[in-house]
């Protein structure tokens, strides 16, 4: 911390200035000063932020622990799969909507009766922390919470009705979000920042489903609230998605409808990623469009957002070869991934003003 170690210097150099007659009463009060400078030093130190260069100012950005981002990424999976109308599920929004309020968010949950394509009524719940409420500049943060129900791409078939432990394609999004929200709640940046953790998107129709294939079976969460924000109006300058962000060595494509809604949004991201070191996890590279919950905040609300997704070119599916298998398990979450996801996330969100 030398800022603070240089307010005592210019505080000691004021005193050897005063006249040498009031010498001890200024020794003393020098004394009680510095005492109360290095308590005010000492505190400002257990704050571990980051200092940052923007190009007017520096900026004080929360240090990204992925130890904790982690373990909230492990506690939901602990739960078991969180397929809606299961147990699991229903538990662990309890412990996510609690969660957000522990770290001081304003939290709403979005309760709606969502029918599948196959007709099921999935009890969803999404679940909105509001930071800086009253805020009119808002960023949106978001990732699903939801399990896939089937791991229908597992190599064995007789795996392939069992659910999706989704360590990553659910819990390592709501895990780097958790830890911001745990971050800000403590340092609130400039802005408003809104944290949404959507139900139902992995519900979508199997490839090898009876009837038509329907594109918007998934994102159902997202589809609904999109046409019914928590605030009626709701906006905000943009938007980022967080999906199956924790695999080890994970690559982050430009996606392509990304890139066509927000492609100053993707810049943004990526360069500061670059900036940060990051630059082997956030390629260059353009990926494929991908359905995902970005489309509908882009297509209804007309929100400008971005899906930070893991693109594996060794696989068919383009997702990791963990995607939507019985695999999707901690195995697959690496630390280095989450650090590198949320430290670029911190320095985005707090570079706003
Ligand atoms: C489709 O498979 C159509 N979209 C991928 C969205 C998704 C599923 N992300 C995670 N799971
Ligand atoms: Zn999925």
């Not at 400078?37 to 929360?62: G, H, Y």
């Amino acid at each position: 911390m030398p800022d603070k170690v240089n307010v005592c210097l210019t505080v000691d150099t004021v005193f050897r200035k005063k006249s040498v007659s009031l010498w001890h009463i200024i020794v003393n009060m020098k004394k009680i000063l510095l005492l109360v400078l290095s308590v005010f030093q000492f505190v400002s130190c257990t704050q571990t932020t980051r200092s940052a260069q923007t190009k007017e100012k520096m900026v004080n950005i929360p240090v990204f622990s992925a130890d904790s981002a982690y373990k909230f990424c492990k506690k939901q999976v602990d739960f078991g799969p969180r397929v809606p109308n299961t147990l699991a599920h229903d538990d662990c929004a309890v412990y996510l909507s609690e969660k957000l309020k522990a770290f001081g968010a304003e939290v709403v949950n979005q309760k709606a009766d969502l029918t599948a394509f196959d007709g099921t009524v999935l009890k969803s719940d999404n679940i909105i922390g509001s930071f800086n409420p009253k805020a009119e500049t808002r960023i949106l943060l978001f990732s699903h919470w939801d399990s896939r129900p089937w791991a229908d791409q597992d190599s064995k078939p007789e795996n392939r009705k069992k659910p999706v432990m989704a360590a990553n394609d659910g819990a390592s999004g709501v895990g780097v979000l958790l830890e911001m929200a745990r971050l800000m709640g403590k340092n609130l940046p400039n802005v408003g920042v809104d944290i949404i953790f959507f139900d139902s998107e992995d519900y979508g129709q199997p490839e090898n489903a009876q009837g038509e294939s329907s594109e918007d079976s998934w994102c159902l969460g997202t589809q609904y609230w999109a046409h019914h924000p928590h605030v009626p109006g709701y906006t905000a300058r943009f938007g980022i998605l967080l999906d199956m962000v924790g695999a080890p060595q994970a690559t982050f494509f430009k996606e392509q409808m990304s890139e066509n809604f927000a492609g100053n949004v993707v810049d943004k991201v990526w360069s500061q990623a670059k900036s940060l070191g990051f630059g082997q996890y956030f390629s260059d590279q353009k990926g494929g469009a991908i359905t995902d919950d970005h489309i509908y905040v882009n297509q209804i609300l007309g929100i400008p957002s971005i899906d930070i997704i893991q693109y594996d070119p060794k696989t068919t599916s383009g997702f990791g070869s963990y995607w939507h298998t019985t695999h999707d398990t901690m195995d697959n979450v690496d630390k280095n991934t989450l650090q590198a996801v949320g430290t670029t996330l911190m320095s985005v969100v707090y570079n706003e003003k």
